[in-house]
């Protein structure tokens, strides 16, 4: 008996073309691949975007592309923090550069507070008063030598630091003149009293050789002060006393201005 095989051979190579089709049909081993390719290009994107973390565009394609791009978009977003750190700092910095601004604005305020208060030292011109009768004690008392001199001393009994400006103004009795004073004993400076100091100035009473005029007995002196200003009023005036006998003087009276201490004019 012969047996034909030619139609089982044809019904075989039917079989395995329909088995291929299935098999492409269901597509497992298609997507298979092309998940692979796709989760590859996921991993991709994730990397690029950590290697770019200021980039919020990138932090958000990371996160879209499966669990492997979530991981890499947070990564991206803890550099997003680190970011936001750097940022603090900075605002930091432009605290200290204020707080800069106002110290040294608060230096200027203090340098003008200084400059319109002045100084509070008692010896500071602006804080001294004129000597005259109401703040000092004042005596005459005539001198063995020179001869014919008479030393006027003013000593400070107020609190406050007193100027003895130019020369003493005297005037025995009701004399109508006033002595002038000897330009060479001018001081560089006004000389200043403090609490409990004293001044000084000479007086030539007559001259030596008898060559002044009108010569007379003074029993009574009035020593004037001086303001700020040559031959203008400084205050009180003081009325020292005179010893018993009077003293006498005549045309030549002259005085010194007055100074700071005895010594520059014990030779006048």
Known sequence: ????????????????????????????????????????????????????????????SGSSSGSSGSAKGSSTSSGSTSSG???????????????????????????????????????????????????TKVTAQPVSRPLNHMLITVKNTGSKYCDLTYFPVLRFDEMQWVPQADE????????????GESGYAAVLLSAADGSGEGGMTGHKLTVGFQGKTPNSSGGASATPALPAKGVYYDSSLKVTYWQQNQDDIAGW
Not at 93 to 117: D, I, L, M, N, V
Not at 184 to 195: G, M, S
Request: include cysteine.
């Open 85 to 135: 750190s750097t940022s603090s700092g900075s605002t930091s910095s432009g605290s200290t550069s204020s707080g800069s601004g106002t110290s040294g604005s608060s230096g200027s305020s203090g340098a003008s507070g200084s400059s319109s208060g002045g100084s509070s030292e008692p010896w500071d011109p602006k804080n001294r008063v004129l000597c005259n009768g109401s703040n």
């Open 1 to 60: 008996m012969r047996i034909r095989r030619t139609p089982l051979l044809a019904v075989t190579g039917v079989a395995l073309a329909a088995l291929a089709l299935t098999a492409c049909g269901d597509g497992t081993g298609t997507k298979d691949e092309g998940a692979s390719q796709s989760s590859s290009t996921a991993a991709t994107a994730g990397d690029k975007g950590t290697a770019t973390p200021a980039s919020d565009k990138s932090a958000g």
């Open 184 to 195: 060479q004993t001018h001081p560089q400076a006004v000389t200043t009293l403090a609490p």
